[in-house]
C-alpha cells in the first residue's frame, strides 16, 4: 500500500509560482503512474496533470497546459507540480494520487491519493 504526503501549498499572488511535493512511501512509488489533482469545495475534484513510470510522458488539464509542469524523482519515491503564473482559479486543495501504469486522467483509476494541501491565489 502506497502512503502519499503531500507539501508546498501557500497563499501566493497571481502571477507567482509554487512548486507542491508528494513523498510516497511503503509501496511501489517508481513503478506506479502518478497523477495530480485539485479540488475546490462544492465542486468536483479535477484532473490537472498525470506522468508515466518513467517520467517520459506527461499530460496536463487544457487549463494548466503551458504554465504547470509534473515531474518525478524515482530515486527520492517524490512527485512535484511546478505551478507558474498562478490564476485565483487555480486556488483549490490539490492532491496527488497513484495508479497502476499507464498514466490515466480518470479519478477513478487511480488507488491511492494523499490528504491534499491548500493553494490559495490571491488576485
Known amino acids: 500500500q502506497v502512503q502519499l504526503v503531500e507539501s508546498g501549498g501557500g497563499l501566493v499572488q497571481a502571477g507567482g509560482s509554487l512548486t507542491l511535493s508528494c513523498a510516497a512511501s511503503?509501496?511501489?512509488?517508481?513503478?506506479?503512474?502518478m497523477g495530480w489533482f485539485r479540488q475546490a469545495p462544492g465542486k468536483d475534484r479535477e484532473f490537472v496533470a498525470a506522468?508515466?513510470?518513467?517520467?517520459?510522458?506527461?499530460y496536463y488539464a487544457d487549463s494548466v497546459q503551458g504554465r504547470f509542469t509534473i515531474s518525478r524523482d524515482n530515486a527520492v519515491h517524490t512527485l512535484y507540480l511546478q505551478m507558474n503564473s498562478l490564476k485565483p482559479a487555480d486556488t483549490p486543495t490539490y492532491y496527488c494520487?497513484?495508479?497502476?501504469?499507464?498514466?490515466?486522467?480518470?479519478?477513478?483509476?487511480?488507488?491511492?491519493w494523499g490528504q491534499g494541501t491548500q493553494v490559495t491565489v490571491s488576485s
Open positions: 494520487a497513484a495508479d497502476s501504469p499507464p498514466y490515466s486522467t480518470s479519478i477513478s483509476a487511480y488507488d491511492y
Open positions: 511503503g509501496g511501489t512509488f517508481s513503478r506506479s503512474a
Open positions: 506522468i508515466s513510470v518513467s517520467s517520459g510522458t506527461a
